[in-house]
Each structure stands twice: as structure tokens, then as C-alpha cells.
């Protein structure tokens, strides 16, 4: 079976499904609750703001959707706002309720800084994850983003990143994942990303 990629009405879908494909995995864009319940693995990327999405995602019924598959052990990776979606709250453009699976919130970045933070960045290991395999502490990804997560528990926290301060750029609890850079468009270590969580829906 192919890995579910979530259509909010909020992600670049097409690339990260062709990334996927490019490196083995067959993947399908859908907003259907029973496709996504039924996949081996889920995706949920993400573009723009967060209370539209979650707004979105509420409407289509999938917020609950997306905690039923985090509690079935099913592989979960959010990409970029798909990351940030997974913690508490944001606040962009006032408070906003996120998924919580994760507890943390998601702040601007710093003033004085260029932002959004808009290419590539290195990427601090600081945990074990089976999406590292094969990929070199320090590795650059390419970033495209204005907030980041503040993570409330440090043990969900596998990798940092610098710009202006550090931050949450890679988290992962069990079977739940999320990157704030695009691996889709980060080269050949992005698509081992992309390759890693395929392997680890494969092996479920």
C-alpha cells in the first residue's frame, strides 16, 4: 500500500509525493479519512499559516483523523508547517490551538533577523531517529519558514538548528515525526530523509 499524503488545501503535495516516489516509496494525495486511517504511512506537509490550517483541518474532519494515527503506531512525518502543526499552540497571528501531540508552542523568529529564514542550514543531531540513518551530523537542509518550535519537553528534541538562536528543526516521539526544513528539496541527504521514514513504514 502507498503512504497517505494529506491534503489540507496548505502543502507543496505534488513534490514531496514525487520525492517519495523518487526514492522507492509509492505515495497518493488525499483528504479522505478512511484513505489516510487505511495507509501504512502518513505525511502531513504544509505551507502557510497555521490557523488556517488547523481551521482546515478541522473542517475536513481530520484532526481527530491524525490522532487516531498517531496512537495506532502508524509512521507519521509532518514537513515544515506540518512540524509545527504537531505541537500545543502558535503564535501566529494571535494563540492558536495546534494538534498537541507534541507539548511546545511555535514563536516568531527573532527581530533583527532576516526573515523568513530562507535557505540552506545545518541541522544538529541530538537524538537517536530512524530518520538519521545514513545522514552526517551537521548535514544542510533547505529551510523556507518564519516561526519555529519551542519544544516543551527537550526528549522530544532530535535536532537543532541556528539561526539567531537554536531551535526545534527535527522532533520525534515513537512512530511520530516532524522536520521544519523541506526534505523534498534538500538534495540528496533530503531525499534519504524522505527514504528513511519510507523504509520505516515499510518494516510495519
Known sequence: ?????????????????KGLEHVG???????????????????????????????????????????????????????CLGLQLMFSSSEEDGWHQGLDIFPGKVLRLPGGLKVPHMGWNQVRIRGESPLWHGIPDGTSFYFVHSYYVQAGDPRVVTGVTE???????????????????????????????????????ASC
Open 1 to 17: 500500500m502507498a503512504i497517505a499524503i494529506i491534503d489540507y488545501g496548505m502543502g507543496n503535495l505534488r513534490s514531496v509525493q
Open 25 to 79: 516509496f509509492p505515495a497518493f494525495i488525499t483528504s479522505r479519512a478512511e484513505e489516510i486511517l487505511a495507509a501504512p504511512g502518513v505525511v502531513l506537509p504544509g505551507v502557510g499559516a497555521f490557523a488556517d490550517a488547523m481551521k482546515n483541518l478541522r473542517e475536513l474532519g481530520l484532526v481527530d483523523v491524525i490522532h487516531r494515527v498517531a496512537q495506532a503506531g502508524t509512521p507519521f512525518l509532518g514537513i
Open 163 to 201: 539561526y539567531g538562536i537554536p531551535f526545534t528543526s527535527v522532533a520525534g516521539r515513537g512512530n511520530v515525526f516532524g522536520v521544519q526544513f523541506h526534505p523534498e528539496k534538500s538534495s540528496s541527504l533530503g531525499l534519504q530523509v524522505l527514504k528513511n521514514f519510507g523504509g520505516l513504514v
